[in-house]
């Protein structure tokens, strides 16, 4: 009996479009005589699953099943493809978690600690475990760009922490 994939994508990140295109990557090279793969779209507004015609079914969140016009499908595993939040932060790892459904993600606490990066950065130093050289800021922060030069050096790049 073939297993009820369901690869998740989307999210609310600037890069909903790659994760679009990641999962149906995803989708296309899942072996079909092993699997049954399913999209699913992840929004802020809505979760549904998003057949081969384009037609919209809504994901029941207090399972994560989806109800289509002649079956209710329950999925066997999750395949994450979603880059940035909810789905590299931790939270749909929590989700899956409670729900006890297999997931393709690392557990929540290593999610939401490599997010963040500050808070990931500490944990690293703390095991004498090298790391770049980081100059963090917050958002009420003076920049003074000479300073920073002289401590993190050039080229360097600029990250977001959340």
Not at 24 to 45: G, M, R, S
Not at 62 to 77: A, G, L, N, R
Not at 83 to 96: K, L, R, T, V
Request: aromatic fraction near 12%; glycine fraction near 4%.
């Amino acid at each position: 009996m073939k297993q009820n994939i369901a690869i998740i994508m989307g999210g609310f990140s600037s890069e909903y479009g790659i994760s679009l295109k990641s999962g149906q990557v995803v989708f296309e090279h899942l072996p079909k005589d092993l699997y049954n793969a399913y999209c699913i779209h992840i929004t802020k507004d809505k979760w549904v699953y998003v057949d081969a015609e384009n037609k919209e079914f809504p994901v029941n969140m207090s399972d994560f099943s989806v109800q289509t016009e002649d079956q209710i499908i329950h999925f066997d595993c999750v395949f994450n493809a979603i880059h940035g939040a909810p789905g590299e932060d931790g939270f749909m790892q929590a989700y899956f978690n409670l729900l006890k459904l297999p997931h393709t993600s690392c557990d929540m606490y290593q999610a939401a600690l490599t997010f963040n990066k500050r808070d990931c950065l500490n944990v690293l130093k703390a095991y004498d475990i090298p790391t770049a050289v980081s100059y963090p800021l917050n958002k009420k922060d003076t920049v003074y760009p000479k300073e920073i030069i002289n401590r993190v050096g050039l080229p360097c790049f600029v990250k977001a922490n959340r």
